[in-house]
């Protein structure tokens, strides 16, 4: 299954709050209407909380601003997402949808990739969703590699090796689902950030997880050993400078997995 990830910053004349309600009440409509045009499985929208974001990074250092929110599409396929999208509806639709993206998006400053699921926690069936009246979090991870590993090499070491160090540690820090969904398909993530007008570098992909507001910050000997060996692994492959993290709530505005 194709995911596409679209990190979004507002347009500097509008709040967070103006820019993440058009979206949600105005934008989210427009999307829904075509979304069948354009072969869409799944479309959730990812709104950035109000939380104390320059809190999260800790021993990390200084990291990049948080965005305002992420577009989160699933296709069927690579195949099924080129099929619906290269046909004159969905060019039609996706001339639309940039108009209205103008009215909220700083696209020069947002940046798009294709890329795939690596589910490293993960509950059956799939449904734990950080939901507005839930006390659930969903923690956003965008992350870019070290300049001495190519991109290739960051993505084997954190599949083959980091991924296991957080799974083991999973109960310990709270994590109810954790995925690392990595970039690919550079061609197409190329084409997409042309044609909106996005100038930002992708990253090399990004960790999602998911946890109850209750245990976050929760200073159990557990939560800070845990803690302390995810940053002493990701300091041997992310480049936290060129990174950024923030908590969010999740909109899920079509389903049909």
């Known amino acids: 299954m194709l995911r596409l990830t679209f990190m979004l910053r507002r347009k500097p004349s509008m709040s967070r709050e103006d ?3 058009y979206w949600l009440e105005e934008h989210a409509a427009l999307v829904a209407g075509h979304s069948r045009t354009l072969g869409m499985l799944r479309y959730v929208q990812v709104h950035t909380t109000d939380d104390e974001h320059e809190k999260l990074p800790g021993r990390r250092g200084k990291m990049e601003e948080p965005y305002d929110g992420v577009v989160e599409v699933w296709w069927e396929s690579k195949a099924a997402m080129i099929e619906a999208v290269s ?3 969905g060019r039609l639709v996706d001339r639309l949808l940039r108009e209205d993206e103008e009215k909220f ?3 020069k400053h ?3 990739w294709f890329n795939y699921e690596y589910p490293q926690v993960n509950p059956t069936p799939e449904n734990v969703v950080a939901t507005e009246r839930s006390s659930l979090l969903k923690l956003y991870f965008p992350l870019r590699q070290l300049d001495a590993l190519t991109m290739e090499e960051a993505q084997w070491y954190w599949r083959t090796h980091h991924g296991p160090v957080i799974r083991r540690q999973a109960h310990g820090s709270g994590i109810l689902r954790y995925q690392q969904v990595h970039r690919d398909e550079d061609q197409l993530t190329e084409a997409l ?4 007008g996005c100038e930002v570098e992708p990253y090399l992909g990004h960790a999602e997880v998911w946890m109850d507001r209750s ?9 800070k050993l845990a803690s302390r060996r995810a940053y002493e692994d990701e300091a041997k492959f992310i480049d936290f400078a060129r990174s950024t993290m923030f908590l969010a709530k999740e909109h899920v505005i079509i389903d049909r997995r």
């Open 19 to 21: 820019m993440q309600r």
């Open 87 to 89: 046909s004159d509806d």
């Open 105 to 107: 998006i700083d696209l």
């Open 110 to 112: 947002s940046v798009a």
């Open 193 to 196: 950030n042309v044609s909106r």
């Open 215 to 223: 245990s976050m910050g929760n200073p159990t000997p557990e939560n």
